[in-house]
């Protein structure tokens, strides 16, 4: 990661090297913030950040740092940098996620699939949360945006997708914990849904990828009195 002390308020997105992740690390970026671009592959993050920092527009601060959510010591490491580099983590977005497993029934469901997908999409962001929790305890303004899917509301689940469904759903849950806990700090934490996004994982038909990362930004730069503890799309509450 670049040594250069950092232009703006210092922002870290998991699986940032394409879709919605990466949309984010651009539109914060572009919003003045120093962004941590993370994703599992060592090229693949470099040559993300390096495509953003050569994006229109001056002063992009985009920084590479290799981190797989799986990893609890990989994890730990890049905590440790941060803390090195920065001193403080001002908005932490949880986003790297797999598995939308459309071929699945609940009833029939391959468990060792469930857990594979509950590993990165709500264990990552819990080991990332615990790992982080000191750094944006440390920040003046700090965010942590859990990027959730509608797929998760209880109010509205159906059946099919059942290992992607159920780590949104625990996500869900994670979100209302951390936010409880983390509220005496000043840390505003939320889920987003940002909808079906034509994403790989999304697949075509989709909404344009800007618009579905307009809400995660929209989460990660809350104004201080901003709630807290809230599922949200386009800024708009969904139902638990």
């Known amino acids: 990661m670049d040594a250069e002390p950092p232009t703006g308020p210092v922002a870290l997105v998991t699986g940032a090297t394409r879709g919605i992740g990466r949309e984010v690390c651009r539109q914060l970026a572009a919003r003045g913030y120093t962004v941590l671009l993370t994703g599992r592959a060592p090229d693949a993050v470099r040559r993300a950040a390096a495509e953003l920092r050569g994006a229109p527009g001056a002063g992009r601060d985009v920084r590479p740092l290799r981190m797989d959510v799986t990893d609890d010591a990989g994890v730990a490491a890049a905590a440790a940098e941060v803390a090195e580099r920065f001193g403080r983590l001002d908005v932490l977005v949880n986003n790297a996620a797999i598995g939308y497993d459309t071929g699945q029934r609940a009833v029939t469901a391959d468990l060792a699939r469930v857990r594979e997908v509950a590993e990165t999409n709500l264990y990552g962001p819990w080991r990332t949360a615990i790992a982080f929790a000191p750094l944006l305890r440390a920040s003046d303004h700090p965010r942590l945006v859990n990027v959730s899917s509608e797929a998760g509301s209880l109010t509205n689940m159906g059946g099919g997708t059942p ?19 983390l509220r005496a700090d000043g840390v505003l934490v939320n889920a987003v849904c940002p909808g079906w996004v034509a994403t790989d994982m999304g697949g075509p038909g989709g909404r344009p ?7 995660v930004v929209r989460a990660a730069t809350l104004p201080d009195d901003g709630p807290t ?3 949200f799309r386009d800024g708009r509450p969904l139902p638990w």
């Open 229 to 231: 503890g809230g599922f």
């Open 209 to 215: 990828v800007a618009e579905g990362a307009a809400g």
């Open 163 to 181: 290992a992607y469904t159920a780590s949104k759903a625990a996500l869900n849950a994670l979100t209302r914990m951390l936010a409880a806990e």
